[in-house]
């Protein structure tokens, strides 16, 4: 991929942290700067951490070469606004937001991304992630199944869609890749709303509004598993989260008026598999033939980790 003749950036990457560990953040810088083929530029935005490892990020800043910008809130936003905060600066077409130990999946990511969004004219694509983590010095991956079933975002319709987003499980936020004015206009509206889910609340009025996301079947990133607000196992934030999308879904009833956030309560609160599944029927024969075929989809699909995960691991990460 050509840069454009005044070098402006195609891809912007938004680097979220609070409280990082410097390890982590560094390699992820360097899981973007050894990007090929895209010119991209390196937004590190900083929610008012307790210590930020400012010496080892200057450090390697002039280590690599590549001018990578540092944001310093000077108070706590909560994600939402840190990453809004840092998107409204970016300036690149696209935006990739990620965080400190999560790294992409090899040095030719965001060139397919970009190439893929460009071809297809996608403003919301995601694409596939391995899980890992690190444990008594000994690392393990398994994929990552957010949502259950992927390939049904490939269906070109937006209520078979929204099906597949409020009803079968949430799209993982480290494996998206934006349209920067695209995600910007919705983060804004999330902004009014929300403090921390800044992925699912987006995605949730992109889809309202009557778009199409769109799914790439390529990995997009290394994802660090059990750590983090949204897959730790803290039941502080668990109950936080979970107030979001409560909240999220009484948006999308009251405001949208999303048809099928009333059946997806009953379909939930329903105590017998078979008595929920006929009552969807009965109710709302659409709704349930949509979810019937999404979960068919996960049945038949054959997710498997790449060939030589480790040593494709530790090539992406320097680990």
């Known amino acids: ?25 560094i390699r992820t810088l360097g899981s973007v700067v050894r990007q090929k083929n895209v010119v991209t530029e390196i937004i590190i935005s900083d929610d008012h951490s307790a210590v930020f490892p400012e010496e ?11 001018p990578i910008q ?19 600066q970016a300036s690149g077409k696209y935006v990739f937001i990620t965080s400190p130990g999560d790294y992409l999946f090899d040095c030719n990511t965001l060139a397919y991304f970009y190439s893929y969004a460009e071809k297809y004219g996608s403003k919301v694509v995601f694409g596939k992630a391995v899980n890992y983590c ?35 499980g949430l799209i993982l936020g480290a494996s998206y890749f934006r349209e920067r004015e695209t995600f910007l206009k919705y983060l804004r509206r999330a902004a009014e709303h929300f403090r921390y889910t800044e992925d699912s609340t987006t995605t949730a009025f992109y889809l309202l509004e009557g778009n199409k ?9 290394w994802y660090e598993s059990n750590t983090g607000i949204s897959s730790g196992n803290s039941d502080k934030w668990s109950a936080i989260l979970s107030a979001e999308h409560s909240l999220l879904y ?30 969807l029927f ?28 480790e040593k494709r691991f530790l090539k992406a990460t320097n680990f």
Not at 142 to 162: A, D, I, K
Request: charged content about 25%; glycine content about 6%; overall charge positive.
């Open 250 to 279: 009484d948006i999308a009833e009251k405001e949208y008026g999303a048809p099928f956030i009333r059946p997806y309560y009953d379909f939930i609160g329903e105590s017998g598999k078979l008595k929920k599944w006929v009552r």
């Open 134 to 168: 690190l444990s008594n010095g000994e690392l393990f991956f398994e994929e990552n199944m957010s949502p259950n079933s992927p390939g049904s975002y490939n269906v070109n319709c937006t209520f078979y869609q929204q099906i597949c987003f409020f009803f079968d």
């Open 56 to 66: 080892e990020v200057e450090a390697y800043i002039s280590k690599c070469g590549k």
């Open 213 to 221: 996301v769109s799914y790439c079947d390529r990995y997009i990133v």
């Open 70 to 88: 540092i944001i310093r809130n000077p108070e706590n936003l909560g994600t939402v606004r840190n990453v809004l905060g840092a998107v409204t």
């Open 282 to 309: 009965v109710t709302h024969p659409r709704m349930a033939m949509i979810l019937f075929s999404v979960r068919l989809r996960k049945k038949k699909s054959s997710q498997r980790l790449p060939k030589d995960t």
């Open 1 to 25: 991929m050509k840069a454009t003749q005044d070098n402006a950036p195609e891809v912007s990457v938004i680097v979220a942290v609070f409280n990082c560990d410097a390890g982590k953040l």
